[in-house]
């Protein structure tokens, strides 16, 4: 007696089932070729987890040298001269005695003081997210006199973050006494009177000589003042920096460069 593997009636062994007919020997050999199923996975593969994380290491590691390297070529298209002042003369600024502002993004600008001034470009931080990002998108650390000085400079770091500007001496003496290097340098917050204007002062390169003119302005929100430009230019830390309603720009012919 055989009982048919596929409908489970029992007969004499005949080679097919005497109810639903299946041959058997074909019966076995299908089985026989049926593929395996999957091979079962251990869900806590440790080897599988340590390879993501060498992977994200790595790729971390890329980027860190990438950042490294677009800094270091930055710094290489700083444009530098040989020894000696590059600009002579100071900023002019003379006081406005009755004011007529004007709007800009519901805020007023009031014009304190007709400014320019000849200087050559620091440092350049922009700016998006702060509070008055959208009139002044772009701060410039200028430098004139000494400070315009390539002996004097490369003995100086100088950086711009949150809309301040700091000058460290790289060795135990400065070039020149601080205070010195802080009256022929300032660090401006550029409020650019159109898009064309805006080009311009984002196109600057760290090294370039420009003259720049327009307003010293405070800015009023809600009849409030929020912004007050210095007029001094010996001042130094909260609210020593320029506020600068800029309507030219123009790049100065340069010396010859290193």
């Known amino acids: 007696m055989i009982t048919c593997p596929k409908c489970g009636f029992q007969q004499n062994d005949t080679g097919e089932c005497g109810r639903c007919g299946v041959i058997f020997a074909k019966l076995q050999t299908a ?16 080897g599988s987890s340590r390879g993501e994380w060498f992977k994200c290491a ?15 070529a930055r710094k290489g298209r700083d444009l530098r001269y040989s020894p000696g002042v590059l600009v002579n003369s100071e900023p002019r600024q003379i006081i406005i005695r009755n004011p007529v502002p004007w709007e800009k ?9 007709d400014f320019s001034l000849q200087a050559r ?11 008055v990002a959208d009139i002044s998108p772009i701060d410039l650390a200028l430098g004139w006199g000494p400070m315009s000085d390539q002996k004097v400079l490369d003995q100086l770091e100088i950086a711009q973050d949150d809309r301040f500007f700091v000058i460290a001496s790289i060795h135990a003496k400065p070039p020149l006494p601080m205070n010195i290097l802080m009256a022929n340098s300032s660090n401006m917050h550029m409020l650019p009177a159109n898009a064309r204007i805006e080009k311009s002062l984002r196109s600057l390169r760290v090294g370039e000589l420009v003259e720049l003119s327009g307003y010293l302005v405070g800015v009023q929100e809600n009849g409030q003042w929020t912004w007050v430009s210095s007029l001094s230019r010996l001042d130094t830390g909260d609210g020593a920096c320029e506020i600068f309603w800029v309507e030219r720009v123009e790049l100065l012919t340069s010396p010859k460069r290193l």
Do not use: C, M, W
């Not at 089985?31 to 440790?46: I, N, V």
């Open 31 to 46: 089985r026989t070729l049926e593929p395996p199923g999957p091979a079962s996975t251990d869900s806590s593969d440790g």
């Open 121 to 131: 470009v620091l440092s350049k931080e922009t700016y998006h997210f702060d509070s």
């Open 105 to 113: 993004n519901s805020r007023l600008i009031v014009p304190l003081a």
């Open 58 to 72: 790595v790729l971390l590691a890329l980027l860190l040298v990438l950042g490294l390297v677009l800094y270091q």
